[in-house]
């Protein structure tokens, strides 16, 4: 199993995860933290007037972060009312409810998606680079952002390319 690859480790400790054996999730995330390993942390980029703009799960760095992390919520609220709901399924760490719902809400590509809303015209196609692969929550979010917004979204994750229009993606869900 690759023992350097803390992916595998992580794949590990979510299929155990999903299964509900949370002894063997924390088997499994011990020894991740035991090694040298590190888990890649979730970044989605964003290129705006020939600037490359990076985001992280949780970012706090970017100048406008603070508006942008406004308007996701405002966003958020209005794709509520297209039946948007957080899907918890997707986060697979032992904790709260309420928790899951703040992981899963500021995932890198969803901050990459509001700032790109904010700042290209809306007759340019929002492109974004993902380096792991989107996650199921995610996915649902990108179908209605380009919906509500009536956008075309390109998100190329480790995957493959998804191009999202009128709340449909080219990947037929098969992520």
């Not at 088997?27 to 020939?50: F, H, M, P, Y």
């Not at 399924?89 to 809303?117: C, P, Q, Y």
Request: aromatic share 6%; with cysteine; charged share 30%.
């Amino acid at each position: 199993m690759e023992p350097n690859n803390a992916g595998n480790h992580i794949l590990l400790a979510n299929i155990y995860a999903a299964n509900k054996k949370s002894d063997e999730v924390a088997r499994a995330r011990k020894l991740l933290r035991e090694t040298d390993v590190r888990k890649e942390r979730g970044t989605s980029w964003i290129e705006i007037k020939n600037k490359i703009h990076s985001f992280t799960v949780g970012e706090r760095n970017h100048p406008q972060i603070d508006d942008n992390y406004a308007k996701l919520d405002n966003l958020v609220v209005e794709l509520k009312k297209l039946n948007y709901k957080v899907d918890t399924n997707n986060d697979l760490h032992d904790v709260e409810e309420s928790r899951k719902h703040m992981l899963l809400g500021h995932h890198s590509e969803k901050l990459a998606i509001t700032f790109g809303l904010v700042c290209l015209p809306t007759e340019i196609p929002i492109r974004i680079i993902k380096n792991l692969r989107i996650c199921g929550d995610c996915h649902t979010f990108m179908k209605l952002v380009s919906k509500f917004a009536s956008r075309e979204i390109i998100v190329r994750d480790t995957n493959r390319f998804h191009h999202f229009k009128d709340g449909l993606c080219s990947c037929g869900e098969f992520r």
